[in-house]
């Protein structure tokens, strides 16, 4: 079927603006950025590639696609950036169409409000949105690694967290109200609240109102070495207990560290192609690497990053008695960094025959000695691991992301993969933090999100899509 002819058979009529991918650019929506499917091979990429892509320039075209989907029963995949690392937007149903919402680019900024808002279409890429929102004076705050490579729909419908969410929370803390499209072909200004994290099985968002604030003038930068995780996540206590926590609080473990150069002695960094190749040499042997590691210490690093908004101007961490002051330089390195590990970088390790992956974990601090050292263990016949926390809450909870790496096909990937979320589940931890459930964590739905909010998404399902139309096999087949 010619691009023309897709385009009818979907819209039933051609508006001048709005448009279809043409054929050979399907591919390219077969898979998102999960690690996995970046290791698929063609044949595996070629089931998942979708019938038509369909990028509305206005919401009513997002709507009119959805009643069309509706009344024929095609099934549809909302899609943003396709930045996702788990394979939410990865069409699963043959004859899929996807609905691409990145060209839906509103933006209404209400500095005047006594809560300044700023509407916007969810098409726009973080990146870019926040240049316009800077260039007016504000920010969104919301700074994920992967800013310019997500869109706002993305982020609701991942229920995304930035890197500066110690103090500002994540996406869900930023949004006031969103606007869905639905398979009745209507849209409605709805609560976010069932649409984050649901990854476009409810409904298209088009439009969401986030808050915004005024871009800090300035920033403190503060960087601990401990001589263990404990010490370390007693600092950390401390200092989300003084009620102005910093912007950023990151910490470390030692190989981490190091292929983040914050170690005294800098480590590996540096983010050239040149750098895919040394790793991709190196993970030749992740054997020889694990029984190597111990040689760089067992010590964590801590960065803490300060913003200058009232009543936080004043603020810093507390004093960290055993511990070494670094002063300024690893956070600034941290900083200068902080996007380095990009989706492109993703790819070339794969192109090279590697596989890297990161398995977030949401636990209680008293929690992450144990569950840390315990997925690490299960990862060590597989890859070589490493870990961070990040994303500490006032409730307690933080984040650990165990990243690993090694050489080798799609199946020693998978197998690692498995080993890291068994072994967190064991040690008490919920599997997933901030990327979603998506096709990577599908079986650990009822762990993920526990059965009170699955039972919730369920009976949402069934009152919006109760022929599963949107986005298919995710979340609870
Ligand atoms: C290098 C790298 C770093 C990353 N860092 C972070 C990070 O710091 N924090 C973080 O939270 N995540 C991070 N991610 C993961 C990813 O960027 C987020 O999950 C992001 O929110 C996905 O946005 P997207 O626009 O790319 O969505 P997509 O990948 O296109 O889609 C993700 C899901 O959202 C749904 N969806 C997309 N748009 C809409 C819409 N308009 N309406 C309804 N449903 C929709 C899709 O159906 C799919 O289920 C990172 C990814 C990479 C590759």
């Not at 984050?196 to 109102?209: C, I, K, N, R, S």
């Not at 604030?213 to 300035?218: K, W």
């Not at 403190?220 to 370390?232: D, I």
């Not at 590996?268 to 190196?282: F, I, K, M, Q, Y």
Request: net charge positive.
């Amino acid at each position: 079927m010619s691009a023309a002819s897709r385009y009818d058979a979907i819209g039933g009529r051609r508006p001048a603006r709005d448009g279809l991918v043409p054929e050979d650019g399907l591919k390219a929506y077969a898979r998102d950025s999960w690690p996995q499917a970046l290791g698929w091979s063609a044949e595996r990429l070629a089931t998942h590639i979708p019938a038509a892509v369909l990028l509305p320039e206005r919401e009513e075209i997002m709507a009119a696609a959805l009643s069309w989907a509706a009344e024929r029963g095609v099934a549809v995949v909302p899609r943003g950036a396709g930045s996702g690392v788990l394979g939410a937007a990865v069409p699963v149903r043959e004859g899929s169409v996807v609905l691409d919402a990145s060209r839906l680019r509103g933006f209404e900024l209400r500095a005047d409000a006594p809560e300044p808002v700023v509407r916007v279409g969810a098409g726009w890429s973080g990146g870019e949105l926040e240049r316009r929102l800077g260039s007016l004076g504000w920010s969104l705050m919301h700074f994920p690694q992967s800013l310019e490579d997500s869109s706002v729909g993305g982020w609701i419908a991942t229920d995304a967290w930035g890197q500066l969410s110690t103090r500002y929370g994540g996406v869900r803390a930023q949004i006031r109200g969103v606007r869905v499209a639905g398979l009745d072909g209507l849209i409605r200004a709805e609560d976010a609240g069932p649409h984050l994290g649901a990854e476009g099985t409810l409904g298209a968002v088009v439009e969401a109102t986030l808050r915004v604030r005024p871009a800090p003038a300035s920033r403190r930068y503060y960087s601990r070495e401990f001589p263990a995780l404990e010490p370390a996540l007693d600092w950390a206590r401390e200092a989300m207990a003084r009620g102005g926590p910093p912007s950023v609080l990151r910490l470390y473990g030692p190989v981490d560290a190091f292929f983040n150069g914050l170690k005294r002695s800098g480590g590996l960094s540096g983010a050239g192609p040149w750098r895919s190749r040394v790793e991709t040499l190196l993970l030749k042997r992740t054997d020889w690497l694990n029984a190597l590691t111990p040689l760089l210490g067992h010590a964590w690093i801590a960065v803490a990053i300060y913003e200058d908004e009232e009543p936080y101007r004043d603020a810093a961490p507390p004093r960290a008695p055993g511990a070494v002051d670094l002063g300024e330089s690893p956070a600034r390195r941290w900083w200068q960094r902080r996007y380095h590990l990009s989706k492109q970088r993703l790819e070339r390790t794969f192109a090279a025959g590697g596989f890297v992956d990161t398995a977030d974990f949401r636990a209680p601090l008293s929690l992450m000695p144990r569950l840390d050292a315990a997925v690490r263990a299960a990862l060590r016949p597989h890859a070589l691991a490493f870990s961070h926390l990040s994303h500490f809450e006032a409730g307690g909870d933080a984040c650990l992301s165990v990243t690993f790496a090694g050489l080798g096909g799609g199946e020693r990937h998978a197998r690692a993969w498995a080993a890291a979320l068994e072994a967190g589940a064991a040690a008490g931890a919920r599997v997933n933090h901030h990327h979603g459930i998506g096709l990577g964590k599908l079986a650990w739905a009822g762990n993920a999100w526990g059965e009170a909010r699955l039972a919730a998404w369920r009976a949402e399902k069934h009152a919006r899509d109760p022929f599963g139309l949107l986005n298919p096999g995710k979340i609870c087949p």
